[in-house]
């Protein structure tokens, strides 16, 4: 599964398409900035409610390929700037983080 | 007498901090606002304070000297004192229970300690200061309460880094005020005072939510220090023991 495959797994909308295509990793869901800095992947999507910049400065030096932002969350024009500069995937969704999670594992565990 | 307070802002110690932003130029825009007391509260440090300690000396302002700290929930906490090698003490605790995570001045911005007259002495890289310390919400009130810190949560209303946000909801601890953005119940700040802050990050954020407080006769020592039991009283707060 690749990035560009998110939006036919859960109903979102691409808020920052300024990215390089390549197959994700895995996920990881949180909203702590230091559990993710500390725990997730390199090439992850991160599930989460924290949209601001540092969320994007975390993803970049976490390697993350994406985030997902849940609860449709409105995202900063700074969080945006910040993710086109690093080349950071961003969509924003209207589910929460366990629905968004779960539809995420089950596609990148082939039980979709 | 009635002051002008402002008890949170940063300066370019913290990475979200403009380099424009330094202690002088804090010092000089809140003394020609006419600010009357003015916290420096950079995240989970206070290496800028004696710069700008030396700064409010010059511009005739009273100082509190501190710093933002994050708890381990990422809720943001101003811990205040009266002088600065107090600041610096608790300053150095806070390093103590920090995470190791490196600083990368490209994503985060640059973290710089400077003089009083904005030389700039040293560039922290060995962590990025806004980083989590290890520290939950009550252990970290407790901490500078202990140190004789006036406790005041950041931006309680705030979807980021505010109690509501993090922790759903304002615990009970060692603190004295309530910082909020918007106006708050006092039900939801636990019978504290609501004060607001101006969280300068740039120099045209200074001042722009002071709050008024009456200050009794004699709330500065004759150092020039400000009396933190003076400002509790000020804030509806009792004594130590509280």
């Given at each position: ?13 691409l808020?920052?398409?300024s ?13 702590l ?52 500069d ?8 209207d ?18 | ?47 800028n ?27 943001h ?21 920090a ?144």
């Amino acid at each position: 599964m690749n990035i560009g495959d998110i939006p036919s797994v859960l109903p979102c909308a691409l808020a920052q398409g300024s990215y390089e295509d390549r197959p994700l990793s895995g996920g990881f869901a949180g909203d702590l900035l230091s559990d993710v800095m500390g725990k997730a992947k390199a090439d992850a999507v991160l599930v989460t409610v924290q949209a601001h910049r540092n969320t994007i400065a975390v993803a970049s030096l976490a390697g993350l390929a994406a985030v997902v932002v849940c609860h449709g969350r409105p995202v900063p024009e700074e969080m945006l700037d910040a993710a086109r500069d690093e080349g950071v995937a961003v969509f924003v969704t209207d589910l929460d983080p366990f629905e968004a999670s779960g539809r995420l594992w089950a596609a990148l565990n082939g039980r979709a | 007498m009635r002051v002008l307070c402002d008890l949170h802002n940063h300066s370019c110690l913290s990475p979200c901090g403009s380099l424009e932003l330094s202690p002088r130029v804090l010092a000089e825009r809140a003394a020609a606002l006419g600010l009357g007391l003015v916290a420096l509260t950079d995240h989970n440090s206070a290496l800028n304070c004696p710069a700008f300690a030396e700064n409010a000396r010059r511009a005739g302002l009273a100082a509190l000297y501190g710093a933002e700290a994050t708890t381990s929930e990422e809720v943001h906490v101003l811990c205040l004192f009266g002088r600065v090698e107090e600041a610096l003490g608790f300053g150095r605790f806070l390093a103590e229970h920090a995470p190791p995570f490196p600083h990368d001045a490209r994503l985060f911005g640059d973290q710089a300690v400077v003089d009083a007259d904005e030389n700039v002495l040293e560039l922290v890289e060995e962590r990025w200061l806004v980083a989590a310390l290890d520290l939950d919400f009550g252990g970290l009130c407790a901490a500078a309460a202990s140190r004789g810190a006036l406790v005041v949560p950041a931006h309680v209303d705030r979807s980021a880094n505010g109690a509501f946000a993090q922790l759903g909801f304002l615990p009970e601890a060692s603190y004295d005020a309530v910082e909020a953005l918007g106006p708050l119940d006092a039900e939801r700040a636990l019978g504290r005072r609501v004060i607001t802050g101006s969280d300068a990050h740039h120099p045209e954020q200074v001042g722009r939510r002071a709050f008024a407080l009456d200050l009794e006769e004699g709330w500065m020592f004759a150092d020039g220090s400000v009396d933190l039991e003076a400002l509790r009283r000020a804030l509806g707060r009792a004594g130590p023991g509280r």
